[in-house]
């Protein structure tokens, strides 16, 4: 009887284990993406966000949309049977309507941390049914961003002032301020934010903008090229009075890696304070 009971939980666990398999799976965030490939569960993913290009071979499944313009039916089309949507993905209505089409949506939690790294590799495994290959990941995920913040503290000491620009249009800037990313990754690397007196991605006039006097402008590198040239930037007056401008002191880096703060954080962590120490150097 005793064997019977066991082949039977074998059987279940069998079964439950070959329907999780045949889940057909969206990654709506390119963190997401990352940690799919990353957990070895790449084969289950039928789509993805715009955002989400790396690794390179994300760019083959087909693009649903921007992560927080998504329409129903881009992603209805790939016929998912498992959503994985970072927070802040949306707009509402179109979530509505792929919980009442039957779909299974999960939301991933998306805080800009070394904790919340971790967090999220394990909120995806625990969707995805591997839990001890997410675990793994975790653990080595914490143990590479625990090194590089090690590497980077001492450099706190004399920070690089470091202005996060997204934008540049009409006479006005678009900053990365506090509780963004940006100003988490800058303090990751060892920086100093130019713009921590403000609060999330703000516009600033020029004056504004000037009076930061950041020693070093940091931008995304995006697909197509950058929105301003390097010429371009240090055209504009505002720029050009600030230290940065007059020794025109720029780094860009892909944006998913810089911000999307998956299993790739500790690299850019390392590459951008070694970015800063060459600034400060300078």
Aim: aromatic share 4%; hydrophobic share 45%; with cysteine.
């Amino acid at each position: 009887m005793r064997g019977l009971v066991t082949l039977c939980a074998a059987l279940l666990v069998s079964a439950a284990a070959a329907q999780a398999e045949s889940k057909r799976v969206i990654a709506i965030g390119s963190s997401l993406t990352e940690i799919v490939h990353a957990l070895g569960q790449q084969h289950r993913l039928v789509g993805r966000d715009r955002s989400s290009t790396w690794p390179p071979e994300a760019a083959d499944l087909p693009d649903v949309g921007y992560r927080r313009a998504l329409s129903p039916e881009g992603v209805l089309s790939v016929a998912p049977d498992l959503i994985l949507a970072l927070e802040g993905s949306g707009p509402p209505e179109t979530i509505a309507v792929l919980q009442e089409a039957g779909v299974d949506y999960v939301t991933i939690a998306d805080e800009f941390s070394r904790d919340g790294v971790i967090d999220k590799i394990r909120a995806v495994g625990a969707a995805l049914g591997v839990e001890a290959e997410a675990e793994a990941l975790a653990a080595e995920t914490a143990r590479r961003l625990d090194r590089a913040l090690a590497q980077t503290s001492a450099a706190q000491d004399t920070p690089v002032n470091v202005l996060f620009l997204l934008s540049a249009r009409g006479g006005e800037f678009v900053v990365g301020g506090a509780e963004t990313q940006a100003d988490t990754i800058i303090r990751m690397a060892g920086g100093k934010n130019a713009a921590a007196d403000v609060t999330g991605f703000k516009t600033m006039t020029p004056e504004a903008m000037a009076a930061t006097a950041p020693d070093v402008i940091l931008m995304m590198e995006r697909q197509g090229g950058p929105i301003l040239s390097e010429e371009e930037l240090f055209a504009l007056p505002a720029v050009r009075l600030t230290p940065a401008g007059r020794n025109r002191a720029l780094i860009r880096m892909p944006g998913a890696y810089l911000l999307g703060f998956g299993p790739r954080t500790a690299d850019a962590v390392m590459d951008l304070s070694a970015a800063l120490r060459s600034v400060r150097g300078s």
